[in-house]
């Protein structure tokens, strides 16, 4: 890669996220981290308003703008490819949003670029999921930044029932089913439900703020230590 390219290429990374090391850049970038500070500091002193430090991370200063993103024939390629495999699985609020998204970056392509990407011989067998199921995704889904309680009745493994009040974390997928990891309330830990067993789901009026210990990072580390 040429060190022009290279330099577009970091602003983008750290343009795309809110904090970027580079340790992060120097493996998406496979140079060293040596490699990343130098040229870091070659943007900074060409007025690119780039926060942040060695050991800590970087982020864009606000106000700071790009010319239109452009996407070669490959890219394009991987962002039709993820669509429509995300659509069989998404609720249809979402696989919805999906193909506009796509279709806005398709618009802004070369004719040639946007044939080869449609014409991808790469696709998802359309997924028939419950109704039911696809709602209960999909308003645990907008729960989630709300900061809403969800209540509702669960059959676990062994087929018994129970009552739940959960702060609803993050929803994953595993291949053929979506879980929702929660702090519950009734038994004061970290829980993975499956949403199909999820049943008189009902999002109250209560919301919850984040605490220390309950948090969507505190799940995820519980998840890594029981299954390192």
């Known amino acids: 890669m040429r060190r022009a390219d290279r330099l577009f290429q970091i ?3 750290i343009r795309g996220r809110r904090l970027t090391t580079a340790a ?10 040596r490699t990343v500070y130098r040229d870091v500091a070659d943007l900074q002193h060409q007025g690119v308003p780039i926060e942040g430090a060695a050991g800590v991370g970087y982020r864009l200063g606000a ?3 790009l010319p239109p993103l452009m996407f070669s024939a490959g890219e394009a ?6 669509t429509r495999l995300a659509q069989a699985w998404l609720d249809p609020e979402l696989a919805r ?7 806005k970056i398709l618009s802004a392509l070369s004719p040639a670029t946007r044939a080869a990407a ?3 011989a790469l696709y998802a ?30 059959r676990d493994v062994a087929g018994q029932d129970s009552e739940r009040t959960v702060r609803p974390l993050g929803c994953f997928f595993w291949g053929k089913v979506w879980t929702l ?12 439900f499956r949403i199909d067993r999820i049943s008189a789901l009902q999002l109250g009026d209560a919301r919850f703020k984040d605490e220390p210990g309950r948090t969507l990072a505190d799940y995820l580390r519980h998840m890594q230590r029981q299954n390192p």
């Open 181 to 192: 990891g929660a702090w519950c309330e009734a038994r004061t830990a970290f829980r993975s």
């Open 11 to 13: 602003v983008q990374l």
């Open 97 to 103: 949003d999906a193909e506009t998204a796509l279709g």
């Open 63 to 65: 106000g700071f703008d």
């Open 24 to 33: 992060w850049l120097a493996r998406r970038l496979e140079v060293s981290e």
């Open 125 to 154: 067998p359309a997924f028939v999921a419950d109704a039911s199921i696809a709602a209960q995704l999909q308003a645990l889904r907008t729960a989630i930044p709300a900061r809403q309680k969800a209540t509702f009745r669960y």
């Open 118 to 120: 449609e014409s991808l």
């Open 77 to 82: 390629k991987a962002l039709v490819a993820a």
